[in-house]
């Protein structure tokens, strides 16, 4: 069985300082990972995704993140926060089945 | 491209009523999905398909149904509306299970 938990379902950060969202994950399989952003009242995008190639991925915007098999994580992260980052953030996980499995999100807010 | 298209965006409905929520998609797409996103839940897969006349179920199938007679187009139906089923409703499709998502950018659906 597949999981995703998001630690924080709020994360609250000034502009220009480093953002941390949290993700952890439980699969049976050598699982995909993904993050997507979600801006207010708009569709998804991704962000970032890992597929057993290198452990650290680089996605758009200056967002990152480690893939760390002994920790179950996929942790996001970004040197500096800008007021444009503010939106709802989504870890997901896919085996080798057909199907995704959404995080509940964490609510990202950029104080300037 | 127009990528992936929902329609409609807005749908209100009275209980026990019937509707159908389009998607389509211009990329040759073979998978794409259904998902509903509440507050505080993430996204819900409902429905998917790997293929053209190849569907099946996801984590919230009841209440809807689903067919895909064309690599294009993927509807979901709700046979009889219930409050329950008051959401967003978000079509995704990608090359393949475990690629890239592509997202519509959404259908709000309130059953009253």
């Known amino acids: 069985a597949q999981s995703v938990t998001q630690l924080d379902s709020h994360v609250s950060v000034s502009e220009g300082t480093p953002v941390l969202l949290r993700c952890n994950y439980s699969?049976?399989?050598?699982?995909?990972l993904f993050w997507y952003v979600q801006h207010p009242n708009k569709g998804l995008q991704l962000l970032l995704k890992?597929?057993?190639?290198?452990?650290l991925v680089k996605g758009i915007n200056g967002f990152e993140a480690e893939f760390k098999k002994s920790e179950t994580s996929f942790h996001l992260t970004k040197p500096s926060a800008h007021m444009s980052d503010a939106a709802e953030y989504f870890c997901?996980?896919?085996?080798?089945?057909?199907?995704?499995?959404f995080g509940t999100g964490t609510s990202l807010t950029v104080i300037p | 491209n127009a990528g992936v298209t929902q329609t409609p965006k807005f749908q209100v409905l009275k209980t026990g009523q019937s509707m159908t929520l389009q998607c389509a998609q211009d990329?040759?797409?073979?998978?794409m999905s259904w998902y509903r996103q509440d507050p505080g839940m993430g996204l819900r897969l409902i429905h998917y398909?790997?293929?053209?006349?190849?569907?099946d179920q996801g984590e919230v199938p009841n209440g809807y149904n689903v067919s895909r007679s064309t690599t294009e187009d993927f509807p979901l139906r709700l046979l009889s509306a219930a409050p329950s089923q008051t959401s967003v409703y978000f079509c995704?499709?990608?090359?393949?299970?475990?690629?890239?998502?592509?997202f519509g950018p959404g259908t709000r659906l309130t059953v009253t």
């Open positions: 995704a499709s990608s090359l393949a299970p475990n690629y890239e998502q592509y």
């Open positions: 699969s049976s399989y050598s699982p995909s």
């Open positions: 890992y597929t057993s190639a290198a452990t």
């Open positions: 997901v996980v896919s085996d080798t089945g057909n199907q995704f499995y």
């Open positions: 990329m040759n797409h073979e998978y």
């Open positions: 398909s790997v293929g053209a006349g190849i569907t």
